[in-house]
């Protein structure tokens, strides 16, 4: 059984930083060799994938949020985080937590305001 959690969501102002967070329950899994990701869905879109962070570190992001947005991981703690910069109101979406192969979390909102 895998559970994500996430947290850390929240309004803010266009321009600000926000950092999300992922904790997993990970007994189904071994965390420190599963690939995590963080995906986003805006309201009426499809779900889309902002960041990724192999076991190793190596990391992927999305062009819309790159040189913004920085995933991280925590092994240790099992954790996997977002720091968010310089939002923009096209940000605004509920961001999901995501361990490969097909593990969700229930997601946080972040609202960005203009």
């Known amino acids: 059984q895998v559970q994500l959690v996430e947290s850390g969501g929240g309004l803010v102002q266009a321009g600000g930083s926000l950092r999300v967070s992922c904790t997993a329950s990970?007994?189904?899994?071994?965390?420190?060799?599963?690939?995590m990701a963080w995906y986003r869905q805006g309201s009426g879109k499809q779900r889309e994938l902002v960041a990724s962070?192999?076991?190793?570190?190596?990391?992927n992001y999305a062009d819309s949020v790159n040189g913004r947005f920085a995933i991280s991981r925590d092994n240790a703690k099992k954790m996997v985080y977002l720091q968010m910069n310089s939002l923009k109101p096209e940000d605004t979406a509920v961001y999901y937590c995501?361990?490969?192969?097909?593990?969700w979390g229930r997601g946080t909102q972040v609202t960005v305001s203009s």
């Open positions: 995501y361990a490969h192969p097909s593990y």
């Open positions: 990970a007994s189904g899994i071994i965390f420190n060799k599963t690939l």
């Open positions: 962070i192999t076991s190793g570190g190596m990391t």
